[in-house]
Structures are given as structure tokens and as C-alpha cells.
């Protein structure tokens, strides 16, 4: 195929809405509510208006350990995009490829700007989410994630809250600061509904976020989208509730 052949094609693919599609079946989405990175795709593709047929994986039974799970994703995580014979899974993939393919400007087209919520999106991945939810939250939370030995659980938490508050603290300054509304800037990107997904965790372990106050002033502005409380109603009824009389180490 002509160069110019193929551009025109990929654009008219990304440029094509979903709605504008009605013959197609909505791609699928393996997840579970509760999980975090299956809430930031759920909330962009309710966000955007993208109609996903939401398949849960029962993670409280251990389905995505199984062989049948395993065999779409080797990782035996959630989630996973099915569209058609084409699976990805990686929540900030799956972001990336729902929005291109919807053409949506919460991931721009201009090479820069995209670059910009790619490097954000890349922040909260190997940044804030490896010490806040891995480092500091899920062993507070999840059995599994508990260390077996009391010091190194310790440890852990110290050396998670000390990062943590390390990136929230640069997340408030520097990247969203006093002036911005989103994390790229004026506009909402799959950055935020990425990293909304991820600070919103905090709730399980009644993290208290007002010292970051640009941070509180974002995740408010988040938690204001009108999809919001019916994205995160399972997490809040099952992980966020049932946790309230629970005390966990302080941020
Ligand atoms: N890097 C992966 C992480 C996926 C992941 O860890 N998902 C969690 C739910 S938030 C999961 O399925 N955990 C299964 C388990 O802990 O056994 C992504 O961003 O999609």
C-alpha cells in the first residue's frame, strides 16, 4: 500500500468515531470494579462515551489465576481490551488505544501534546503508583500484599509513605500547580483518569490528601465528572466502606 494510502486509512480508522459505528460490537473489557487500573478505563470510556462491554473477572475467586483467564492474559491481571481478535492489556495501553482509536482529544493529535500526557501517564505508572498503591496502600490492604515478616512490612510502609509523599508533593507543585486545572493542563487527558484512579486509592486507607492542595483541587474536579460515582461505586461499597473502621498508618 502507498504511504499516503496508509495514512489516509489510519486516519479515517482514528478519526472515526465509535458511535458512528453501529455495525461493530463494543469491544470488550475484562476488569473488576474494584480494581484500580480497570477504574481509569472504565471512567475515560464512560467519560467519552465509549460503549465497552464490561466483563468482570472475579478476582475475589481467583478466576484470573486460572487457565482460562491466563490464557488471554498471561499476567493474570486485570484489565484487558478485546477488540475483535485484537488484545491488549496494560491499562495506560488500553487508555492510549481508546482514545486514538475514538479520535478523542483527551489524547491530542499534535505529536507534543500527546508527548506530554504519554510523559504523564509514564509518571504515574513508574512513579507515584509503584510507592503509593504498591508501596503504601495494597500492603496495608490486600492480604497478599502483606509482607510475611512485621519489619519488612514496616519498612515497606515507611519507605512507600516517604516516596509518596515525594510524588504528591511534585504532582501538586509542578505538574498540575496552582494555575492548572488537569494534569497537562487546562484539559482533561487519560493522564487524569489515569492518575485519579491511582490518588483515589488513598480513600481505602483514608489517606488525607489536603496538604496537597492542588491535588485535592484536581481530584475534586474529578470526582465531579458525572460518570464518577457510578464508575467507582463498587470500589467505594466494597473496599472504601467496609475499611472505614479499620486504622491504617498515616500519610
Ligand atoms: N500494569 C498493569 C497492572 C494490572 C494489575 O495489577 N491489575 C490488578 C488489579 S488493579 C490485578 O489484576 N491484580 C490481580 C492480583 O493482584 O492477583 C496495568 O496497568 O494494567
Redesign the pocket.
Known amino acids: 500500500m502507498a504511504p499516503s494510502e496508509h495514512a489516509r486509512r489510519r486516519k479515517a480508522f482514528q478519526n472515526a468515531p465509535i458511535a458512528n459505528r453501529p455495525s461493530e460490537p463494543p469491544m470488550k473489557l475484562y476488569h473488576?470494579p474494584i480494581?484500580?487500573?480497570?477504574r481509569a478505563v472504565m471512567l475515560f470510556a464512560a467519560d467519552a462515551g465509549i460503549p465497552l462491554d464490561l466483563h468482570p473477572?472475579d478476582?475475589f475467586a481467583g478466576e484470573?489465576?486460572q487457565p482460562p483467564y491466563a490464557a488471554i492474559n498471561p499476567?493474570?491481571?486485570?484489565?484487558v481490551l478485546e477488540d475483535g481478535a485484537f488484545r491488549l492489556?496494560?491499562?495506560?495501553a488500553?487508555l492510549r488505544y481508546l482514545a486514538a482509536r475514538a479520535g478523542s482529544p483527551a489524547y491530542p493529535a499534535e505529536l507534543r501534546l500527546r508527548a506530554r500526557v504519554d510523559e504523564r501517564l509514564d509518571w504515574f505508572?513508574t512513579g507515584l503508583s509503584r510507592d503509593f498503591a504498591y508501596g503504601f496502600v495494597y500492603p496495608q490492604l490486600?492480604p497478599?500484599?502483606v509482607r510475611p515478616e512485621p519489619a519488612g512490612q514496616a519498612q515497606t510502609l515507611a519507605w512507600g509513605r516517604e516516596k509518596a509523599r515525594r510524588w504528591l508533593g511534585i504532582l501538586d507543585e509542578s505538574l498540575i500547580g496552582p494555575r492548572q486545572d488537569f494534569v497537562c493542563g487546562d484539559r482533561a487527558t487519560i493522564a487524569d483518569h489515569f492518575g485519579a484512579a491511582i490518588v483515589t486509592l488513598g480513600d481505602a486507607v483514608q489517606a488525607d490528601l489536603r496538604p496537597w492542595r492542588n491535588v485535592s483541587r484536581w481530584l475534586a474536579r474529578m470526582r465531579g465528572l458525572p460518570c464518577w460515582g457510578k464508575v467507582n461505586h463498587a470500589f467505594e461499597t466494597l473496599i472504601v466502606a467496609p475499611n472505614r473502621g479499620r486504622r491504617f498508618e498515616a500519610l
Not at 480494581?35 to 480497570?38: A, G
Not at 499476567?75 to 484489565?79: F, K, S
Open positions: 473488576h480494581s484500580t487500573t480497570s473477572v478476582l484470573h489465576l499476567n493474570q491481571a486485570v484489565p492489556a496494560e491499562s495506560a488500553i505508572n490486600y497478599h500484599h
